[in-house]
Structures are given as structure tokens and as C-alpha cells.
């Protein structure tokens, strides 16, 4: 009978030996347990990658806000309605101020960072509470995704342009001879050739500029008379043409033919077909308006004088031939403003887009010439000396080319002129 117990008892020992012996069950054991673990980890990493995601896409919707309110502000002059327009550039990434939780702070000035008391700076801030998952397993407390971004408008940074020249491949598409010293007062200048000498500046003619930037190249010969604050940049994207769209209106008939002034005389708008002439002696006032001149051409000679507020002039032709174009010869005084508002505001010049490339347009008034606004002549080529030796005025020069023959002067505080202001970039992201 012992002998019987002994075996039993010997044979149940084994079977407990082999029992904690055998690993086969161990893998399901290990699951059960450390699989909750695993799942909220992989739960978490989720949550954080969705979270990760979503402050990318606010941050792309913060820094556009930011520079399109920026814009807004270069363009108005003012801090008003900016808010509509950083919410209105926030929308479609799915940020609307006052949905889901979403807020869309504007502050202009910004009420933080480096740039409190930076001209124009605009702050952008959108806020937006988020739903916890498994992270809610280790901390209850709200999760809050905010992105904040900070841009200045170009009239801070000086990066508007002021000269630019349209042609895709001429040598010396802006050129300067002589000692003839251009000073560009706060801006830029832009050549969209991406010819290798696409800029040139020869003998000791100067430039003084904000920035260059150029498609093509630079000469060293010429980059050594060019002084600029931001730099001189080539192999850069062409700029584009800012009044590209603008329309200068339709016209008909012939209001007065081969027109001549030689006294103290005031116009009026309208066609004028076989051009202008105004011989030395005359003194000619132009009422607000338009002005085609339908073929012909502008001739201003020394000792005339041409004045006139809200006035463009339109250089065309009714018959597709003989385009208009200008001449204003050294010591004339000229002193226009274009509109500020309708089809041609800010544009003081304004030429046919039609007309051959290269045709020639000079304004070499000197020192007593100026022009409040825009001359567009994206097919001329422009021989310009002249405009007022002061940072406070509003001249744009956008043609197929520009040659400088003598000193001259810009500067873009074009603030009420009706300007469209153009370059790389009307504002910059800056926090």
C-alpha cells in the first residue's frame, strides 16, 4: 500500500515538474498582460502624430494669415480690417475663429516677441482645444494646439520694387553709362533677363539700391558700382508684372489733331490723335482725366512746362502703326500725378502693350522732372534721367528695357498715389 502512495506521489511530483517546466503557453500569458500596454502606446503615438499634423497645418494657416494681413496693411495704409483678412486666408485650413473651439487672435502691432514696435507688424494667433483619446490614461487636463506667427509689410523692409525691366533675354536690359549716379531711395530694382550681362553698369555710373535681383548675370565690372543693403541676387524667378492685367480703357475718334502750345494754356482729357507738342515758353495744365495719344508723339522741349494731377497719358494707335511715344528733352519741368482711382490708378504713363518691342521713349527732364506714379511701358525702351532728389516720393519704372543717361532718383512712398507696389514680395514673414 505504501509502496502504491510512493508511485502516486512520485508521478504527481513529475507531472508538477514538467508543468513548470513547459514555456508553451508562456507567449499567450505575456500577451494578455502587456497587451493593453502596448495598445495605449500605440494609441498614444497615434493621438500625437494626429496632434503633430494638425500644428503643422495651423502653423501654415498662422503664417499666411500673418503675411496677407501684412499685405493688407502695405496696401491700405492702415490697420483696418485686418482681421477679416488673416480669418479669411485661415478658413480654408479648416480654421475658422469661433468654430469648433477655434480662435483667430490679430494684434497690430504685435502684443510679443522682437517686433512690438516694427512698423506695420501683424501677429497672427489661432488657438484650438483638443478632444484627448488615450492620452487621457495619464493626464486629464486639457490639450490646447496653438500656432503664432508674426509678418512685416514691405514698407519696413524696404523690399518693394521701384525699377524693373520686362525683357526675357536683352544684354544691358537695365543699363547705365557715364557718371550718370542712380539712387534708388528704400528699393529695389528687378531685371527679368536672364541675359549674362542682363545688368550693366559701366564707366563710374553708381547704383544705390535696397536689393538687385536679376534672372540672368551680373558683370563684376559692373557689380563693383552697384551699392546695395540686401544684396545683389541672380539666377532668381522673373518678377511679375504687376499691371499685367490693367486695362487703360477704350477710345474713339479724334478730340484735337497734331495739338501745339507755346503760351500758359489748361487742357482737357481726351484723344488726341497725331500727337503733342510743347515748344519752349509754353505752360500747360492738365485737367484730371485720360489722355490717349493715338499716334504721334509727346515731344516736351527745354523751357516747356506740363502739370497735372489725376492725369494719365495713354500712348497708342487706332490703326495697329505708328504707335505714339515721348520725348521730353533736358531742362523741360514736369510735374504729373496719375489717379488714384479707375481703370489707370496709379499709372501716370501708359503704353499700348501692343506697340513693338523696343520702341523708344525718353524722359530726360533732369532734376525737374517728376512723375507721382507709375510709368508703364512694358514694350518700350526707356532712356530716363531725371525725378526729385528725396525719399518721399512715388515713382515706379516698369519697361521692356531702361538705359539711365544721367543722375536720377527714385522712391516708392506711394501711400495714397494708387500704385500697385511689385517685387519678390509685398510682405515677410519674420517670427
Known sequence: MLETISAVFVAQCNLWIRFGRDQSGNYAVLTALTAPVLLGIAGLGTEVGVWSVKHQTMQSAADSGAVSAAVAYYIQGNNSNLSVQANAVASPYGFVNG?????????????????????????????????????????????????????????????????????????????????????????????????????????????????????????????????????????????????????????????????????????????????????????????????????????????????????????????????????IGGGATINLT??????????????????????TFKFEGGASQIFGGALYLPKAAVSFSGGAGTSTGCTQLIANTVSFTGTSNFAIDCSGYGTKPFGFGLALLVE
Request: charge should be negative; glycine fraction near 14%; include cysteine.
Open 99 to 327: 468654430s469648433n473651439g477655434v480662435t483667430v487672435t490679430v494684434n497690430q502691432p504685435p502684443k510679443s516677441g522682437t517686433h512690438t514696435t516694427t512698423a506695420g507688424a501683424v501677429e497672427v494667433i489661432i488657438t484650438q482645444p483638443q478632444t484627448r483619446l488615450f492620452s487621457a490614461m495619464w493626464d486629464s487636463q486639457s490639450m490646447t494646439l496653438s500656432a503664432r506667427a508674426v509678418a512685416i509689410p514691405a514698407s519696413s523692409w524696404g523690399g518693394t520694387g521701384c525699377v524693373a525691366a520686362l525683357s526675357g533675354s536683352a544684354s544691358g536690359a537695365i543699363g547705365t553709362q557715364g557718371n550718370a549716379q542712380i539712387a534708388l531711395n528704400n528699393c529695389s530694382m528687378f531685371d527679368n533677363s536672364s541675359n549674362a550681362s542682363a545688368l550693366t553698369a559701366g564707366g563710374t555710373s553708381g547704383i544705390s539700391a535696397y536689393s538687385v535681383n536679376v534672372v540672368g548675370q551680373v558683370p563684376s565690372a559692373s557689380a563693383a558700382n552697384i551699392s546695395v543693403t540686401n544684396g545683389i541676387q541672380t539666377g532668381g524667378p522673373p518678377m511679375i508684372d504687376p499691371y499685367g492685367n490693367t486695362s487703360p480703357g477704350s477710345f474713339s475718334g479724334c478730340d484735337q489733331h497734331n495739338y501745339s502750345a507755346k503760351t500758359t494754356v489748361t487742357i482737357s482729357p481726351g484723344v488726341y490723335c497725331g500727337g503733342i507738342n510743347l515748344n519752349a515758353g509754353a505752360n500747360v495744365t492738365l485737367s484730371p482725366g485720360i489722355y490717349y495719344l493715338d499716334q504721334g508723339n509727346l515731344q516736351v522741349n527745354g523751357g516747356a512746362t506740363m502739370t497735372g494731377t489725376g492725369v494719365t497719358l495713354v500712348f497708342t494707335s487706332s490703326t495697329g502703326h505708328n504707335y505714339a511715344n515721348a520725348t
Open 338 to 359: 496719375a489717379p488714384t482711382t479707375g481703370d489707370t490708378a496709379g499709372i501716370v504713363i501708359f503704353g499700348d502693350r501692343n506697340m513693338p518691342a523696343g520702341t
